[in-house]
């Protein structure tokens, strides 16, 4: 099985970035490859790039193929806490322990 690629998300995740986004995990999608995403430098993301990253933990889910964020910043875990998608992005845990920063 092929190493896990590693896709690092840009301080500014935003609807202007969520094609280009899209396009590039539907690559690692199609490659049946796991990814890790790195979210340690969202500084402000909105809702587009939340729904593609859930749409992609699904679709990846389905095909049997791991997909993990890791590292992720207070600013995404805050704003997958208030659209409801801590636990479609496997944010649950991380949601708890940091719910107060």
Do not use: W
């Amino acid at each position: 099985m092929a190493e896990a690629a590693t896709i690092q998300l840009e301080a500014a995740c935003d609807i202007s970035k969520a094609e280009t986004f899209h396009e590039r995990l539907e690559t690692y999608l199609n490659s049946g490859s796991a990814v890790r995403i790195d979210a340690s430098l969202v500084e402000r993301v909105d809702t587009s790039i939340l729904q593609t990253l859930a749409c992609l933990i699904a679709t990846m889910e389905k095909q049997h193929l791991q997909v993990t964020i890791i590292k992720p910043s207070a600013a995404l875990i805050k704003a997958a806490s208030l659209l409801g998608l801590s636990r479609h992005l496997g944010l649950a845990q991380q949601s708890d322990s940091n719910g107060e920063n």
